[in-house]
């Protein structure tokens, strides 16, 4: 299993930005897909982004949200733009060491790998 870090969340308006990453403790990042999910409360844990060979993205964040990684850094970013009230949630980080297409990593069962997640809250 990896070790995942993320940070970066917090509370902000709405119509403001933020960026989460997230660090993975291990020399093999550049083999490793990776994916950001999000839990509201009282709501299952439902997929934002993943990176693999292509990046993909849920449809309800499609252009207001980029996800990015830095192998070097052993990190991936999400930056958020526009966030709304319905963006707050507490958000994962998640890596797996198998690629697939969108709809694999769209699934939660497929990571083995978790962070401890972030809040980010947005006001309106």
């Known amino acids: 299993q990896v070790q995942l870090t993320e940070s970066g969340g917090g509370l902000v308006q709405a119509g403001d930005s933020l960026r989460l990453s997230c660090t993975a403790s291990?020399?093999?990042?550049?083999?490793?897909?990776m994916g950001w999910f999000r839990q509201a409360p009282g709501k299952e844990r439902e997929f934002v982004a993943a990176v693999s060979g292509n990046t993909y993205y849920a449809a309800f964040v499609r252009g207001r949200f980029t996800m990015s990684r830095d192998n070097a850094k052993n990190t991936v970013y999400l930056q958020m733009d526009s966030l709304k009230p319905d963006d707050t949630a507490v958000y994962y980080c998640?890596?797996?060491?198998?690629?697939?297409?969108?709809?694999?990593?769209?699934?939660?069962?497929?990571?083995?790998?978790w962070g401890q997640g972030t809040q980010v809250t947005v006001s309106s």
């Open positions: 291990t020399r093999a990042f550049s083999n490793y897909a």
């Open positions: 998640a890596a797996t060491s198998t690629w697939g297409g969108s709809t694999w990593h769209a699934n939660t069962k497929n990571y083995g790998s």
